[in-house]
């Protein structure tokens, strides 16, 4: 399944700025990969290998970010009626065990467990898509089931 062509503005420029770092540290480990390549006998040279490497890393992601940035939408409007949640809401919602959790709602770009950021394309965000404060969703992982109750919506 193609993943939602959806970003935020924060994202949109993390990914240009990634992109632009990709490029300054694709400049540095080519030189560095000339360098390793003078000094001879390339099959068993360490540093010329772990290079070569390197930079087929860092292009493989180039491209990826050159092709997948022009696709994406960038959503940067609140929705008119802010207590129902859409892309971008920052959701607080409480678990079976009592606990308060929080998350936001971003594109497959962005997702960051450590900040709370879940894809668009996750069970947890399409079950909470259009619902709003008090509403309760109900998601099926491999482990069984869990239900939410949402606390809070804001943008």
């Given at each position: 399944?193609?993943?939602?062509?959806?970003?935020?503005?924060?994202?949109?420029?993390?990914?240009?700025?990634?992109?632009?770092?990709?490029?300054?540290?694709?400049?540095?480990?080519?030189?560095?990969?000339?360098?390793?390549?003078?000094?001879?006998?390339?099959?068993?040279?360490?540093?010329?290998?772990?290079?070569?490497?390197?930079?087929?890393?860092?292009?493989?992601?180039?491209?990826?970010?050159?092709?997948?940035?022009?696709?994406?939408?960038?959503?940067?409007?609140?929705?008119?009626?802010?207590?129902?949640?859409?892309?971008?809401?920052?959701?607080?919602?409480?678990?079976?065990a009592g606990d308060e959790v929080e998350y936001r709602i971003v594109g497959p770009d962005e997702i960051d467990h450590e900040k709370g950021n879940i894809s668009l394309d996750s069970p947890l965000a399409q079950a909470l898509l259009k619902k709003?404060?008090?509403?309760?969703?109900?998601?099926?992982?491999?482990?069984?089931?869990?239900?939410?109750?949402?606390?809070?919506?804001?943008?």
């Open positions: 399944m193609k993943s939602s062509p959806y970003i935020t503005v924060e994202g949109m420029v993390r990914l240009n700025e990634e992109l632009e770092e990709r490029w300054q540290r694709r400049r540095d480990v080519v030189k560095a990969l000339s360098a390793a390549a003078a000094e001879g006998d390339r099959s068993e040279n360490a540093e010329y290998i772990y290079r070569k490497k390197e930079l087929k890393g860092i292009d493989r992601r180039i491209r990826y970010l050159q092709k997948r940035m022009p696709d994406l939408r960038v959503v940067s409007d609140k929705p008119d009626v802010q207590e129902v949640i859409f892309f971008a809401a920052r959701v607080t919602l409480e678990t079976e709003q404060v008090d509403d309760e969703v109900t998601i099926h992982i491999k482990q069984g089931r869990k239900t939410y109750a949402i606390l809070a919506v804001h943008y």
